[in-house]
């Protein structure tokens, strides 16, 4: 930061401290009548107002020196100065991740050396007169982005519900002969996890190699039973950033969102869904759940296997010795589709993922179909949008109708008039809920994965993607695109600017806050 740029946000400080100090004051006064035992303290301790006042000098100093995104900043600087001292301590337990900061930059470092790939060995021509050629672009920006190139011979097999992503978890888990890697973000101890339990340990005992990788939020309610009878049977367990406080869980960051299932090296899932009963439909509040997995035969399924190993290492420091072609074989399909896998997460130089939506929609030519459970983009994403649909582009999104985040959907909600005004179509998904994490782009490109389109996928969370540059695949996921619009209802402009008052305040408030969700 430059000495101007400095002097400025300390002027900006010191102003704000002085506004501070007198809100502090009314603050005091307000709630005086509740403190009697120490009321005379607090009338004559103007200690209390220092101590106010350095709060908010020494939390919104570190905020201006972090430089984080203006709205981010001034999302907690608004939370600091209404929550006086309640603000100052969510900051500290939110907002602040030093140690976890300091970690993750020394996962980015490792990365770079754990596991090489011969990037070359996979960049084959890309086939003349595909739709790999129109995109060349945004093939070129992935591997610049993460280092992950374009893969040629791959197997595609799109599953889109829970009635068929878990029979295929399955019978490629039953097949395994040398490892079962699996990496989710939500493992429960119900009917459908203990089913993939009692698989893993079964396979454990014939002695193939099964890591689990799980997240110490999203799982955080799994029983030491079900966590013993894995281990007992010799399944290898690493938690990604255990949850020490159970009642401060709510908004944590640096969470694992990744949803990976590999098999000997040779098959690979990726997708928007976990492990529980409510992906079966079996949440009888949700009803039925729409979600998209795609599985993967080819040389795709080495940099998923890439991504497992560094999260492993990352946990638990091992670093396996297992023979290079046991971990990455030879892959032998007869696939001719062309995937590229990418990454993004506090490790990564840049925020991949978001980079690629944004180019993605940005130079859409015909249409863009977006199913997103959370929606909350930045300004990037929104004005990729909506500049799309004001230049001709059929630009329509799926939300959910039942929200399981109120905050969350209120938050979204403040996002829609612009996109309405701009010719963005918005349909409300009312079957179940919908927890896809599908762009379509132009009929050729598609991504399928576990980021949502949102800020907190893009910058705060561990997260993988697989692109596809495919008519046949951009084809079957749009069907299932149509199929999903005829369980929708369509957003018109007019009845969402008829919407109440009160509806329009409490997404006005969710909005200040979407930085953080």
Not at 352 to 376: C, D, G, H, L, R
Request: glycine share 6%.
């Amino acid at each position: 930061m430059k000495k101007r740029e400095f002097l400025l946000c300390l002027s900006f400080l010191i102003l704000l401290s002085i506004g501070y100090f007198y809100l502090s004051v009314v603050y005091v006064d307000l709630f005086s009548f509740s403190l009697s035992p120490v009321k005379a303290y607090i009338k004559t301790g103007s200690a209390v107002y220092f101590i106010f006042g350095s709060m908010i000098f020494f939390a919104g100093l570190l905020l201006l020196l972090e430089r984080r995104d203006p709205s981010k900043t001034l999302a907690w600087l608004l939370i600091l100065i209404f929550l006086p001292l309640v603000g100052f301590l969510i900051y500290l337990v939110f907002g602040r991740h030093p140690r976890k900061q300091r970690i993750t930059r020394k996962k980015k470092a490792l990365n770079n050396n754990l596991y090489p790939l011969d990037c070359s060995l996979y960049q084959s021509p890309l086939p003349s007169n595909t739709e790999a050629q129109e995109k060349s672009r945004l093939i070129e920006l992935i591997y610049n982005n993460a280092d992950f190139p374009p893969t040629t011979d791959n197997e595609i097999q799109v599953l889109t519900d829970g009635q068929e992503i878990f029979p295929a978890f399955i019978e490629a888990m039953e097949k395994a002969q040398k490892h079962i890697h699996l990496e989710t973000y939500i493992l429960r101890d119900d009917d459908i996890g203990k089913t993939i339990a009692d698989l893993l340990c079964t396979k454990a005992k014939e002695g193939v190699q099964v890591r689990l990788i799980y997240d110490g939020l999203g799982s955080r309610h799994l029983s030491k039973e079900y966590l013993a009878k894995l281990r007992t049977a010799g399944v290898e367990i690493a938690v990604f950033f255990p949850v020490k406080l159970p009642f401060l869980h709510r908004k944590i960051n640096f969470r694992n969102h990744r949803k990976i299932l590999i098999v000997d090296g040779s098959t690979g899932f990726v997708g928007g869904a976990n492990i529980g009963d409510e992906y079966l439909g079996k949440n009888p509040t949700i009803g039925y759940w729409r979600d998209t997995q795609v599985r993967f035969k080819g040389s795709a399924v080495h940099f998923l296997q890439r991504i497992f190993l560094q999260d492993w290492h990352f946990i638990t420091g091992k670093y396996l010795e297992n023979n290079f072609t046991d971990l990455f074989p030879q892959a032998k399909t007869n696939g001719e589709h062309i995937v590229q896998i990418t990454a993004s997460g506090p490790d990564s130089q840049w925020e991949a993922i978001m980079q690629v939506y944004y180019y993605t929609i940005a130079t859409a030519e015909k249409s863009v179909y977006i199913t997103s459970p959370y929606f909350i983009p930045n300004e990037s994403i929104l004005t990729a949008l909506k500049t799309a649909a004001l230049s001709g582009v059929d630009v329509k999104l799926i939300l959910p109708a039942k929200p399981d985040h109120k905050l969350v959907f209120w938050a979204a909600m403040s996002y829609l008039e612009e996109l309405l005004e701009s010719g963005v179509e918005i349909y409300f998904y009312h079957k179940g809920f919908i927890h896809s994490k599908v762009l379509t782009v132009d009929g050729i490109v598609t991504s399928i994965g576990s980021a949502n389109m949102d800020q907190r996928s893009f910058s705060l969370n561990f997260e993988v993607n697989a692109f596809i540059y495919d008519q046949e695949t951009a084809l079957r996921l749009e069907q299932d695109f149509q199929e999903d619009l005829r369980h929708a209802q369509k957003l018109s402009l007019e009845e969402f600017q008829n919407r109440s008052l009160g509806d329009h305040f409490l997404e006005s408030i969710a909005r200040l806050f979407s930085p953080l969700l």
